[in-house]
């Protein structure tokens, strides 16, 4: 069982009476980003070392536990060992964190005490260290006897600076930051400008940390490019999905009318917009809108697959070009449903992936040719989730 630990004790360096884990921050406020990664890495119980409990903060509290997890305020390692279950494993996050989805999943595998560190003093000012040329990165996995330990120590002690040294102590584990995170969104920030300024690193990070090929290496740099803008203009993600939709219904009239290099560019065109809309629905915690937007990003691929080879079909490739647009579509379809995060390979097919991989058969008129190999890529790439279902199910 996996349990979180959150603090929000510290105020705001520029904002005396604010608490740094009610600054707002993704839609939400701080301390509800930090759950939300915490949840999204399958932890199901939460509780958060409070010294004072604001109104902002019982409405964090509140809205946390709308998401169908335990979540207590407690004020010392003693409550805390009261109200998390004794066999779990606690992922502790430093009051202040920034971070990203992946670098928690990394903390939540099975064994001992282990903490995340790194040798980068600017990116994480005001951390301790725990060796000497190891600094903590903000989060740390620990058991529940690591708490039993604080709470067995005078209280007036500081609860997050002692359960460190006390897992230090005791040889915990040290994992090393990956080179880079501390430019990709990870840090402790205490001041509500520099926070607002995170925003912008944390969604970089989400779209360069996409597994896909043509999300890493096309739709990622389209992305980081534009996020800064539309975050400053605050560009609702509804405006992006709008218009993502639009640009993607007018690729596909232009595809299925037989201009098929211009309908898949603007197809590909829409994918990337509605690509950035989705990270920009994570951020602000629009779970629904993004659902909406990676469906709309499937569906069009499928659409403009069968629009491609009913256009070959019209201009002469006959029922062939219908045969392996459906084949396209049913093996592209098995193959995200097979994919996930966890098991996807680089090389791998995906749906923002198949109209660009048609758009060049479609500049030399060779359709047909374009439908069987892209459908043969999209087979491949079924073949290969299904073997790796089957060696990790």
């Not at 232009?254 to 201009?259: D, N, P, Q, S």
Request: hydrophobic fraction near 55%; proline fraction near 4%; aromatic fraction near 6%.
């Amino acid at each position: 069982m996996l349990a979180g630990l959150l603090f929000a004790i510290d105020d705001a360096d520029d904002r005396p009476d604010t608490l740094v884990a009610t600054l707002p921050f993704g839609g939400g406020t701080l301390l509800e980003f930090q759950a939300r990664l915490l949840i999204a890495a399958g932890i199901s119980q939460i509780a958060v070392v409070v010294a004072r409990l604001t109104p902002e903060l019982i409405g964090a509290i509140n809205r946390i536990a709308r998401r169908g997890i335990a979540v207590d305020a407690v004020r010392s390692a003693a409550e805390a060992v009261a109200k998390l279950h004794p066999l779990a494993r606690v992922v502790v996050l430093a009051d202040g964190l920034v971070t990203t989805g992946d670098i928690v999943e990394t903390m939540t595998g099975e064994g001992g005490d282990l903490l995340l560190v790194t040798t980068d003093a600017d990116a994480l000012p005001g951390l301790e260290r725990v060796g000497r040329d190891a600094i903590w990165a903000g989060i740390a996995r620990v058991q529940p006897a690591r708490l039993a330990d604080v709470a067995a120590l005078p209280k007036e002690y500081d609860f997050q600076s002692t359960l460190l040294r006390v897992c230090a102590q005791a040889g915990a584990e040290h994992l090393s930051l990956p080179a880079g995170r501390s430019r990709g969104g990870h840090g402790i920030e205490h001041d509500s400008t520099q926070l607002r300024g995170r925003n912008d690193a944390v969604l970089a990070a989400y779209v360069s940390n996409r597994i896909s090929w043509v999300d890493r290496w096309l739709i990622a740099p389209v992305a980081r490019a534009a996020m800064p803008w539309l975050i400053s203009h605050a560009v609702s993600g509804g405006g992006v999905a709008g218009g993502g939709g639009a640009a993607m219904l007018v690729g596909l009239a232009l595809t299925g009318w037989g201009w098929t290099v211009a309908g898949l560019v603007l197809v590909f065109g829409a994918t990337v917009a509605l690509a950035i809309g989705v990270a920009l629905a994570w951020m602000r915690d629009e779970t629904a809108l993004a659902r909406t937007q990676q469906a709309m990003i499937v569906g069009g691929a499928a659409l403009a697959a069968l629009l491609f080879g009913y256009a070959a079909s019209a201009g002469g490739a006959a029922l062939a070009s219908l045969i392996a647009a459906l084949a396209l579509v049913g093996l592209g379809g098995l193959a995200e449903r097979a994919a996930n995060e966890h098991i996807r390979r680089r090389w791998w097919g995906s749906a923002a992936a198949y109209p660009l991989l048609l758009l060049p058969f479609a500049a030399f008129s060779q359709p047909l040719t374009g439908l069987l190999a892209v459908a043969g890529y999209a087979g491949v790439t079924l073949g290969a989730a299904i073997e790796a279902l089957r060696e990790k199910p």
